[in-house]
Nanobody, 120 residues
Framework: QVQLIESGGGLVQAGGSLRLSCAAS??????MGWFRQAPGKEREFVAV????????AYADSVKGRFTISRDNAKNTAYLQMNNLKPEDTAVYYC???????????????WGQGTQVTVSS
């Protein structure tokens, strides 16, 4: 069983930045992803990275603004979010698994989510 604890959400003005963290414990995995879910919408892919290696991928809507990274020594992944927009408002989730995929069904464990609100 992998436990994921997210932190770093909050309220920020449009154009601002936030960094989300996801601390992992209790198991092994090779892929970590970030997803988000806005009210009334389905959960959507944001970013994915290999836990060992440099491969990353991003949704078109965040490309150039968000960066996924990880600190293996701390077993923690990060999502640096710059130039935030009101449409980025959502609950953000980290998830881990062993498939390189943008689908939510490809991930085995999920964090509890952290709220990000971007005001205009």
């Amino acid at each position: 069983q992998v436990q994921l604890i997210e932190s770093g959400g909050g309220l920020v003005q449009a154009g601002g930045s936030l960094r989300l963290s996801c601390a992992a414990s209790g198991g092994t995995f090779s892929i970590m992803g970030w997803f988000r879910q806005a009210p009334g919408k389905e959960r959507e892919f944001v970013a994915v990275a290999r836990w060992s290696g440099t491969s990353t991928a991003y949704a078109d809507s965040v490309k150039g603004r968000f960066t996924i990274s990880r600190d293996n020594a701390k077993n923690t992944a990060y999502l640096q979010m710059n130039n935030l927009k009101p449409e980025d408002t959502a609950v953000y989730y980290c998830a881990v698994g062993n498939q390189w995929t943008v689908r939510t069904t490809g991930y085995d464990y999920w964090g509890q989510g952290t709220q990000v609100t971007v005001s205009s």
